[in-house]
């Protein structure tokens, strides 16, 4: 039975440079460093880099919440991300948008005030 949503996993080239750019976009050191992965827990869950992969926009997309995705869509562009999918509503105050980060991975964003914490198992 599937319990919901574990690890997200990207692919990156240099996983040195990987580790520097996802430690300062998520303002967070990874909990798990070794040469093979390099593991972030984000709200619970968790944020995988494996390196010397191949990196894509393509295949499952998933979206990390954000409180503003404005803000979080600019500061990704900032450190250097580039725009997928600029901030868009999709119904019901739910925001979403996109942004390839430097390695060529796709990396969604939600802003969603109707997920509920207590909900995740």
């Known amino acids: ?19 520097r750019w996802y430690s300062t976009m998520l303002e ?3 909990y798990f ?5 390099v593991g972030f827990t984000v709200g619970g ?8 992969a191949q990196p894509g926009i393509t295949g499952p997309q998933p979206l990390w919440g954000v409180k503003d995705i404005a803000v979080a869509y600019a500061r990704m562009l ?4 580039t725009s997928l999918e600029p ?5 019901e105050g739910i925001k979403v948008a996109a942004v390839k980060d430097p390695f060529g991975n796709r990396f969604g964003l939600i802003e969603n005030s109707h997920f509920n914490l207590k909900d995740v198992r």
């Open 45 to 52: 869950f968790e944020l995988g880099l494996l390196p010397n």
């Open 78 to 81: 900032a450190l250097g991300a």
């Open 33 to 37: 460093d070794e040469p093979f992965y």
């Open 1 to 19: 039975m599937i319990l919901g949503m574990r690890t997200v996993i990207y692919p990156v080239p240099d996983l040195d440079a990987a580790k």
């Open 28 to 30: 967070l050191p990874p």
């Open 87 to 91: 901030v868009v509503e999709v119904g």
